[in-house]
């Protein structure tokens, strides 16, 4: 499991701190997401855990190690995914830059090469495997990076935007393979600007701002948090003169008594942002009496991107 | 025009945020040309060379081992900085810190590599001169191995220490610089030191690699037994005492502050 305890870190040439008193805790067979905008401090936090950064203060484990004192049964423990591109041997095929690292991660030659070609097939690199990293698209390496963190079957992954830069195809895949891991009862720290990605996957998520971890809950618990449903209007398409007017005729009708009204109309749909004491049945009863025929109605919940803008508003 | 300017400007914005080496760049050209004055002077000799007759006298011999020795030299110096440097490029100096080996561990088995790579092209040097230049070379070979050894771990300290500092640096350290520097100008890789003024002669008696220069050209031309060579090797012996935890020490203290401030994989 990952255990982080007030760990705050500041960087010797930025004024502001990368990350500010932040705490959690990501169980066995669970997988916790950390969201946050650009220089939140993700990678910041996924480095420490990795032990390449040492925090200015605050204390955490990693499958119960501390990252100060007993670094290398941490990294024993991890398998990382570092965000970059590069990280592999130009000139070294797929293959030879996996058995490099897998050495120096201290696997044994014999295990190696079965491990080697099981991963490759697994990131859907088996045919690729003999063709020089250079070679490699932004995907291809990517799926190598995430080959490379699976070679040593560790309890905790550290996966930092595992999927970016990769096709909607490769990206299912790896998806498929982070719920594998975690259905295998590994540890999961998954860093992702991808919202869908992280409400799919996560058991909890977690969102930085400025360094600060400013919300912690499940999707679903963050979603309610915020108290936002949108209406969704859907008109039967006609003459445009006529629907402008009877239009502007509702929106007139809809803020009578209720001038903060949030509602936009795009075409033939309206949206209306519903808030604690937004009269549901006022509103259907003023558009069912407009003159204009629905056809759709739905009420829809606050996104988990909802959430994040709303909690990173300002940064 | 313009965009020739953008070029320069572009240059000129790289080499002035890389201050110290700029500055180490500047002082290295001087002390280039006092070297090549003194080399100058020991040429001016013309046929006799008296300086090298504990040598055995030939210009090619001594020159060639002199050229060698530089490489040994540079190997230890820079195949850490330079293993470091080139991680830090390739993206996969904090991929290969995720094992259990350490970084120490590791520059050394990179360092390894460089190390015989140096060796099989003094090699060849070495036949260049047998077979080309029909030099007939009395070679005490052991005596040279372990000559060279003590050199190479001596010197492997300060490379160390150097690697420490440019983990914190970047770029332009100074360790190396020095080292080099006084090196090629003082130890008599391309002239004797006697043609030194007294004062340079005394820094020279200073460095290890005056001895290691002096006891691989005895045990290579002159067939030297390491009794004979024993005081240099003792002071070779002693300065790998001295540098190697010491290097160890400053890589340590280099490294973790570049894991304190985050700047590890930077360049």
Redo the contacts between chains.
């Keep these: 499991m990952i255990s982080v305890n007030s760990i705050s870190h500041i960087y010797s040439r930025k004024p502001q701190p990368a990350l500010s008193e932040v705490s959690f805790e990501v169980g066995p067979g669970s997988i916790f997401g950390l969201l946050g905008p650009n220089g939140a401090g993700k990678t910041t936090m996924v480095r420490i855990l990795s032990t390449l950064i040492i925090p200015t203060s605050g204390k955490a484990k990693v499958n119960g190690y501390d990252i100060r004192k007993e670094e290398a049964k941490v990294r024993a423990s991890l398998g990382v995914v570092i965000g970059e591109e590069r990280a592999f041997y130009y000139r070294l095929n797929g293959f030879q830059n996996l058995e490099f690292f897998g050495g120096i991660l201290g696997l044994n030659r014999k295990d190696l090469r079965r491990r080697i070609a099981e991963k490759l097939e697994l990131v859907g690199l088996e045919d690729d495997r003999k063709l020089p990293f250079m070679k490699y698209s932004t995907g291809m390496k990517k799926k190598l990076n995430i080959a490379r963190a699976l070679l040593v079957e560790p309890q905790v992954y550290l996966l930092d935007e595992p999927n970016s830069g990769i096709d909607p195809d490769s990206a299912v895949r790896i998806r498929e393979l982070i719920l594998d891991l975690r259905k295998k009862g590994k540890t999961i720290l998954l860093t992702t600007h991808n919202m869908d990605e992280a409400d799919r996957l996560s058991d909890v998520i977690g969102i930085l701002r400025q360094g600060r971890l400013v919300a912690v809950d499940t999707p679903g618990n963050l979603r309610k948090s915020l108290k936002r449903r949108v209406l969704k209007v859907e008109f039967r398409e006609e003459d445009l003169t006529s629907y402008k007017s009877k239009m502007l005729e509702l929106s007139g009708r809809l803020r009578r008594g209720e001038e903060t009204l949030d509602a936009t109309v795009k075409d033939f749909l309206l949206t209306i942002n519903l808030r604690d004491g937004s009269g549901i049945n006022r509103i259907l009863n003023i558009i069912s009496t407009s003159g204009l025929e629905v056809t759709s109605t739905r009420i829809e919940e606050a996104s988990l991107e909802d959430v994040f803008m709303e909690t990173t508003k300002g940064r | 025009m313009y965009r020739a300017w953008l070029f320069i400007k572009r240059g000129l914005i790289n080499m002035f945020s890389y201050k110290t080496a700029l500055a180490l760049g500047i002082l290295g050209s001087l002390v280039g040309i006092v070297q090549f004055t003194f080399m100058g002077r020991f040429l001016s000799e013309g046929n006799t060379f008296s300086a090298i007759g504990q040598y055995g006298g030939n210009i090619i011999a001594y020159l060639i081992i002199g050229s060698a020795f530089t490489a040994f030299l540079g190997v230890s110096l820079n195949s850490f900085q330079g293993a470091i440097r080139s991680e830090q490029q390739?993206?996969?100096l904090?991929?290969?810190?995720?094992?259990?080996?350490k970084l120490e561990l590791?520059l050394i088995y990179s360092g390894a590599w460089t190390f015989l790579n140096t060796l099989l092209n003094v090699s060849v040097l070495l036949a260049v001169i047998v077979l080309v230049f029909g030099i007939s070379l009395e070679m005490n070979l052991v005596g040279a191995i372990v000559v060279l050894v003590l050199t190479v771990l001596g010197l492997s300290g300060i490379g160390l220490m150097s690697a420490g500092v440019i983990m914190v640096t970047k770029v332009g350290d100074p360790i190396t610089w020095i080292f080099t520097t006084l090196t090629g100008l003082l130890s008599g890789v391309l002239f004797p030191i006697q043609y030194l003024p007294i004062p340079l002669r005394a820094v020279s008696y200073l460095l290890p690699t005056t001895y290691a220069l002096d006891a691989l050209r005895m045990t290579l031309i002159r067939n030297a037994s390491l009794e004979q060579v024993l005081p240099q090797l003792v002071i070779l012996a002693l300065t790998a005492m001295i540098t190697v935890p010491l290097g160890f020490c400053v890589f340590h203290r280099g490294f973790?502050k570049a894991?304190?401030?985050?700047t590890?994989?930077e360049y």
């Design positions: 390739m993206g996969t904090e991929h290969l810190l995720m094992g259990p080996t590791l973790n894991r304190r401030t985050g590890l994989a």
